[in-house]
């Protein structure tokens, strides 16, 4: 009881926040460039004035968290967001001509992009600024009002996060709800315009049911098994910093990280080591390194460890890197290899999310894509060769919410690229454009000339309907 006694305020403030920004809506539907405009420069204007005290707040949370990893992750990511919505606003609102069918003509058609109204983003804890800011970009760009809740496991960055908002906007343009996951779950129960979630798949369904209540329509920004498909024709020497950098980002802790990684039979031995090598240049000894990230949560730490275990337990061979300096750790967890990794492990049934990288060896390229299409469908799928043909087979043999080619990560960075799961790793997609036409109503028009035949199809039917419609028949 008391728990609901303690969250009430939060769920009628909520409420009242969500009834404000729909009256702002109504009152003025279709925001002009102007307006857009000035909301984003506000957005980038609080972005860059409170970065140090971010980046603070989110090292907090984590228990450590690298400088520059947040700079880079989570502040810079949202500023060219930003700054590329900026620049392309006023091409994304125009009107577009669509083709008029011969028929039809003098008729022309044309499609309308217009503001949704009251959009609900719920972000994950993982880059907690960028994934509650980033889809806000969008949203405001297309002239919406803007609900944001974030997650409760980075409490200090959700509270500094309400504050600069609260500073920045009005209530009825964009605000901040805080709180536990019972706020999570009455927040997701509003009857947003759209609403954008990201988190883990399981979360991501009951999301889903909570917005099928009131029609609401969703981005789900899921994860997981991300997989790296290394080539016969990949240098491994070559390929395994970029492997490595992408595993170990913010340690691990990312909805695109490769999750597990397929090599030949043959180049297992050679891979790890490069992995080793590449681990260990990236991040000499880990555990005390300033520049690895710590895992966010007692929680996750442990169920990392059991990942570990399981995997060990069930005749994986696991390869620490770097484990030494465990009395320096905290909540660090060393970059761990798991070789022979079998189906039955738990550390290949679960997303990871942590520092940890099966890897599993494949003959042929066929047993590679029966392997990978035999799950989920991934979020994001990494190819390294330089087989044309079998990349080219990859591509189009594969399903993934999308692709970086000789390199991981990338393609979540291109702001002209859609971002989004597919199956099980999400539905929906956002980013640059992507994102504008996500919160908007693409409204298609046709305008009718006041000369036209289509009083020829009328009723009383008879002979001209007959000669009309037989030359239909032909037309279309």
Known sequence: MSAVVETRPITDRMRRIFARQRAAFLADMNPSYAVRRERLDRLLAMTERH?????????????????????????????????HARRHLKRWMKPRRAPTALPYLPAHNRILCQPLGVIGIVSSWNYPYQLAVGPAVGALAAGNRVMIKPSELTPRL???????????????????????????????????????????????RLVAQAAAKNL???????????????????????????????????????????DYALVPAAKIEAFAE????????????????????????????????????????????????????????????????VLDAAAEMRVMQE?????????????TLDDALRFVNAGDRPLALYWFGDDRANRERVLRETIAGGVTVNDCLLHFAQEDLPFGGVGASGMGAYHGEHGFRTFSKEKPVTFQSRLNGMALIYPPYGRTFDRVAALLKRLL
């Open 51 to 83: 970065t140090d005290a971010l980046i603070g707040a989110i090292g907090e949370d984590f228990g450590h968290r690298s400088r520059q990893e947040t700079l880079l992750a989570d502040v810079l990511t949202v500023i060219a967001a930003i700054k």
């Open 158 to 204: 959700a509270a500094l996060l309400a504050q600069v908002v609260a500073e920045t906007f009005g209530e009825d343009e964009l605000a901040v709800v805080t709180g536990d996951a019972s706020v999570g779950q009455a927040f997701v129960e509003l009857p947003f315009d759209h609403l954008l979630f990201t988190g883990s798949t399981h979360v991501g």
């Open 216 to 258: 609401t329509p969703v981005t789900l920004e899921l994860g997981g098994k991300s997989p790296v498909i290394v080539d016969a024709s990949a240098d491994v020497r070559a390929i395994a910093p970029r492997v490595a950098y992408a595993k170990l980002l913010n340690a691990g802790q990312t909805c695109i990280a490769p």
């Open 274 to 337: 490069a992995i080793r090598r590449a681990a260990e240049r990236l991040y000499p000894e880990p555990l005390a390194n300033p520049d690895y990230t710590s895992i966010v949560s007692e929680r996750h730490y442990q169920r990392l460890r059991g990942l570990v275990e399981d995997a060990r337990a069930k005749g994986g061979r696991v390869l620490e890197i770097g484990a030494r300096s465990a009395a320096a750790a905290g909540r660090k967890f060393p970059p761990t290899l």
């Open 351 to 363: 997303e990871i999310f942590g520092p940890i990288l099966p890897v599993v060896g494949y003959t």
